[in-house]
Each structure stands twice: as structure tokens, then as C-alpha cells.
């Protein structure tokens, strides 16, 4: 592992440990989850990649574009779901970097997902749960290319301080998303 993204790795740490027991996403890992809680897990992961996406230039993307596939699976209008505001600003390439960091690595936690999601509720890469095996992406080609972006482009310690400081926003973002989201679910 390159100094990069060693320095993204411990620059986020304490914030994606918390993630992973965010009261709305914990689900994805329980073998009990509900079709109704595997939804909203990710209509909260769709109002953060969705901004994220659009303010990378990327609402397009082929991985959104699956997670809306999926939640009209689960009967949810994509369109209709709140996002995030506030986002870190993605002005420019070191930011750009981590912003991607930050969604591509998420990927590989979605993969690592899937085989619970698909035990409990039958959902798969072929319906479902798309965004979650990266359908037809080359994610594992995708990350190993924007390692070596990282250690490139963020060879310069200024670029490496904005592009940790940018992850870190992000994933503080999310952590916020997730706790407002939840809270409007319970409340």
C-alpha cells in the first residue's frame, strides 16, 4: 500500500469504523435483514453517491445508475429520495481523487455484501442488488487504476493534505447523512 493512500486509509478510519455500525446500514450485514431496511439502506446510499456523483461530474455513472435500478426493484422512486447538501468542495483533482476514493472503495464493501443480501432477501447481481456486485463494472480494474492515480497525483504533500482533508469531509458527511436519516425514519 502507497504512502496515499495510506495517509486516505488513516485519514478516515475512525469515521468509516463508525459507519459500519450506522444504525441504518448495519442491516446490510445482519443475516435478518428486511427487504423494507435493505431499501432504506439504500435510498441513504443514494442520497449521498447521487450529489457526490453529479458534483464529479458523474451523475451518469454506471454504478448509479444500477443502485436506481435497484431501488426501483424495492418499489422506490430513486427521484423522489432527499439527498445530502453541504458537500466538501470537489473543486479540484486532489478532491476529485478522494471523492472517487471514497465511492470506489465503498464498492468493494457493497461486494462483500452481496452474499448475505442475496442468503436473505434473493436479491442478486442480476436484480436487486446490481449496485452491490458493481453488475458488468470492472471495479477491481477501476481500483487498482485509481491507486496508482493516488500515488501519482498526490505525491505532493498540499495535494495529499487536500485529498485527506476531502475524505474526511466525506465520510463525516456521510456519517451525518446516515444519523439524519435514521433519525427521521425512527422519529
Not at 85 to 97: F, H, I, K, M, T
Not at 144 to 158: S, Y
Amino acid at each position: 500500500m502507497g504512502p496515499a493512500r495510506q495517509a486516505l486509509r488513516a485519514a478516515t478510519r475512525e469515521s468509516h469504523d463508525r459507519l459500519d455500525k450506522a444504525a441504518v446500514l448495519q442491516p446490510l450485514v445482519r443475516p435478518d435483514i428486511t427487504a423494507d431496511q435493505y431499501a432504506r439502506a439504500l435510498a441513504v446510499l443514494h442520497g449521498f453517491n447521487a450529489p457526490v456523483e453529479r458534483a464529479l461530474g458523474e451523475a451518469g455513472s454506471a454504478r448509479m445508475a444500477l443502485l436506481r435500478q435497484d431501488l426501483r426493484v424495492l418499489g422506490t422512486d430513486p427521484d423522489a429520495l432527499p439527498e445530502l447538501g453541504g458537500l466538501p468542495p470537489l473543486d479540484n483533482s486532489p478532491a476529485r481523487l478522494a471523492a472517487r476514493y471514497v465511492l470506489d472503495g465503498s464498492a468493494h464493501g457493497g461486494r462483500a455484501m452481496l452474499p448475505g443480501i442475496t442468503r436473505a432477501l434473493g436479491f442478486d447481481a442480476r436484480r436487486g442488488a446490481r449496485f452491490l456486485a458493481s453488475d458488468g463494472l470492472d471495479m477491481a480494474g477501476a481500483w487498482k487504476a485509481l491507486m496508482v492515480r493516488l500515488e501519482e497525483e498526490l505525491a505532493d504533500p498540499a495535494a495529499l493534505a487536500v485529498a485527506c482533508a476531502t475524505a474526511a469531509g466525506l465520510f463525516a458527511a456521510l456519517e451525518r447523512w446516515t444519523a439524519e436519516q435514521w433519525g427521521e425514519q425512527r422519529g
